[in-house]
């Protein structure tokens, strides 16, 4: 039987906000001061980790993957990942993962900055069944994006024109109808040529082919 597609319609975010209600008291107690600067000062000490490319970086590859299973919802679970997988040379990544404890949910957590930001809920439609749309997070390696993109480096310099060239980005797709996870990339193109390239799980090349 075929399977289908579910559809992610849009993205959720669900915010809190706190709202102070009450008389005329407009001031703080000492231990409210206290705790609002330690907060402050607990920021100040957050910088934000810098890369000059997430898609080389395997240090940091290696870091997200283990921070996001080690988040108290997926920790010693079989995390699955709903449809695709973006990671972006400026350091961000996105991924999309169904919920251990309600598996008809699906959020979506953003990689910034060196950490994982609050997921975000997704709004999702379809006919399709969620098990054909989810897989197992155990099938991949982050730190394989950096094979990926030195492969497709190598495959550009190859051709006339193509060591100028640049890879931003590389994702994970997931093809529903074989229920395959596939490496993504965008083809090689120069002046003369375009060559599209498909990889294997590991990352290495399977085909580099003319379009």
């Known amino acids: 039987m075929k399977k289908q ?20 008291d407009t001031t703080k107690t000492n231990e409210d001061q206290k705790t609002e600067q330690t907060a402050s000062d607990n920021k100040k000490e957050e910088e934000p980790v810098k890369t000059e490319n997430l898609l080389t970086d395997v240090a940091l590859l290696e870091k997200a993957e283990a921070e996001l299973r080690a988040m108290p919802k997926f920790s010693g679970k079989d995390i699955k990942v709903f449809q695709n997988v973006n990671f972006f040379k400026d350091g961000r990544i996105t991924i999309a993962l169904q919920d251990p404890a309600k598996p008809e949910n699906i959020d979506e957590y953003h990689f910034r900055d060196g950490k994982w930001g609050e997921p975000q809920a997704v709004q999702i439609s379809g006919s399709g069944k969620m098990d054909d749309n989810v897989w197992a997070l155990s099938k991949i390696k982050f730190s394989t994006v950096a094979t990926v993109y030195n492969n497709w480096n190598e495959k550009a310099k190859s051709l006339e024109g193509g060591a100028n060239k640049e890879l931003t980005s590389v994702d994970i797709l997931f093809w529903v109808p074989k229920q395959e996870i596939r490496w993504s990339t965008s083809n090689v193109e120069t002046a003369r040529e375009k060559y599209r390239i498909e990889y294997n799980l590991d990352g290495s090349v399977k085909e580099f082919k003319k379009s």
């Open 5 to 24: 597609n579910i559809l992610i319609l849009s993205i959720a975010a669900l915010s809190t906000f706190a709202v102070a209600c009450g008389g005329n």
